[in-house]
């Protein structure tokens, strides 16, 4: 597969959303639960703007396929606040080539910690990408659902 990544734009926030949306429904969630995460998932523009916020994009075939959003407002410890990837192009790289980005931005500003709120679906993608799950913490959008806790040292 043959993609770029680039800087997101803050034009490129409902794209994300969509994406977000799309990749979350392939594991099967219910339609309750998707609309209880849907605002949870969604990426804005303002974000995209702030110096505080760090998106990467890939691009194929000048469409968005994934997308890794940080949230590094903490110099010591960034949070990946969103990685998601279109289920078509699932396990051909795209997600690996993005945490690769978030890693060499670790290093480039001099950040040695990611913390990773993941969904219990990516847990085993951020094992292999070197994280190590520390414990859970609760969703921001579902009451009493606990989600796996990973950090990531570089």
Same mark, same amino acid.
């Given at each position: 597969?043959?993609?770029?990544l680039r800087e997101a734009n803050p034009s490129d926030a409902d794209v994300l959303s969509s994406i977000a949306? %799309?990749?979350?429904?392939?594991?099967?969630?219910?339609?309750?639960? !998707?609309?209880? +995460?849907?605002?949870?998932?969604?990426v804005s523009s303002t974000q995209l703007q702030s110096s505080d916020w760090l998106c990467q994009v890939a691009?194929? =075939?000048?469409?968005?396929?994934?997308?890794?959003?940080? =949230?590094?407002? *903490?110099?010591?410890?960034? #949070?990946?606040?969103?990685?998601? #990837?279109? $289920? @078509?192009?699932?396990?051909?790289? #795209?997600? *690996?080539?993005? !945490? /690769?980005? +978030? *890693?060499?931005? !670790? %290093? %480039?500003?001099?950040?040695? @910690?990611? !913390? &990773? $709120?993941? =969904? $219990?679906?990516?847990?085993?993608?951020? +094992? *292999?990408?070197?994280? /190590?799950? &520390?414990?859970? /913490?609760?969703?921001?959008? &579902?009451?009493?659902?606990?989600? $796996?806790?990973?950090?990531?040292? #570089?």
């Amino acid at each position: 597969m043959t993609f770029i990544l680039r800087e997101a734009n803050p034009s490129d926030a409902d794209v994300l959303s969509s994406i977000a949306m %799309r990749a979350k429904a392939h594991w099967a969630y219910s339609a309750d639960f !998707m609309a209880a +995460v849907a605002a949870e998932l969604r990426v804005s523009s303002t974000q995209l703007q702030s110096s505080d916020w760090l998106c990467q994009v890939a691009v194929q =075939d000048l469409c968005i396929v994934g997308y890794a959003l940080v =949230d590094a407002s *903490k110099a010591q410890q960034w #949070v990946l606040e969103a990685m998601f #990837v279109l $289920p @078509e192009v699932m396990g051909l790289g #795209v997600g *690996k080539q993005l !945490m /690769t980005w +978030v *890693k060499t931005s !670790m %290093r %480039r500003l001099q950040c040695p @910690e990611l !913390m &990773i $709120p993941s =969904d $219990p679906y990516a847990e085993a993608f951020y +094992v *292999k990408m070197g994280a /190590t799950k &520390i414990g859970e /913490t609760p969703s921001d959008s &579902i009451v009493g659902r606990m989600l $796996p806790l990973m950090k990531l040292k #570089v």
